[in-house]
């Protein structure tokens, strides 16, 4: 029985490990940073909760003169209850509010409409249909250069979606894809589930592949 314990104990030893060196192997794989000296527009992907470190990015490369628009998407996923507006603000709402306060001017934000979730493919991701829908405005727009700003585990997918607009008789965007430093990522619950960092990234590698 003894013996037994220790081989289970072993067996399980070494999945942990090997559980943990794939993680790690994804999250370096996802993470993708092509930073644009100089761009026209940032977008911002909306994300949520995550909308803070990402807008802190956004605002880094902005007030180092990397550009001079930002362009935030609206995801349409409320905050929890704000006592002084007696509403739940969207994050939309408190992505822009955060770029201000960082000093960006409020008429250098741009914001379009609703992200429209799913799409004439089974497996559309609700990414596919935002780039699509900044795709538009960047062409309406004529803009040639946009510098993107997401978390670090979304780059690599969201450029790849990106990229991929650029096909057909369409004029050819630059795009650049950069992510929040250190300082600007908060701390992750690791006793839920859904902020679990690894779990995140299966959840998005497994999005890469269907991508």
Request: aromatic share 12%; no cysteine; proline share 4%.
């Amino acid at each position: 029985m003894r013996k037994y314990t220790i081989v289970v104990a072993f067996l399980s030893g070494v999945i942990v490990f090997l559980a943990l060196v794939t993680t790690r192997m994804i999250e370096e794989y996802l993470t993708l940073s092509q930073v644009l000296p100089k761009a026209e527009v940032i977008v911002v992907l909306a994300g949520g909760s995550e909308y803070e470190e990402r807008n802190r990015a956004a605002a880094r490369y902005f007030l180092k003169g990397g550009a001079k628009r930002i362009l935030l998407t609206d995801d349409g996923i409320q905050d929890g209850w704000n006592k002084e507006l007696n509403r739940n603000p969207f994050f939309v709402e408190r992505a822009k509010w955060l770029l201000v306060d960082a000093g960006v001017p409020e008429t250098a934000i741009d914001v379009v409409g609703k992200i429209p979730f799913g799409g004439t493919r089974w497996f559309e991701q609700g990414t596919e249909s935002e780039a699509k829908l900044v795709r538009e405005f960047l062409d309406t727009n004529r803009i040639r250069s946009v510098q993107l700003v997401t978390s670090d585990y979304h780059t690599r997918r969201v450029f790849r979606i990106f990229q991929a607009t650029n096909s057909g008789e369409r004029p050819a965007i630059a795009f650049g894809i950069t992510y929040p430093e250190k300082d600007e990522e908060p701390r992750q619950n690791r006793w839920v589930p859904i902020n679990n960092r690894p779990t995140k990234l299966w959840i998005e590698f497994f999005k890469l592949l269907l991508a």
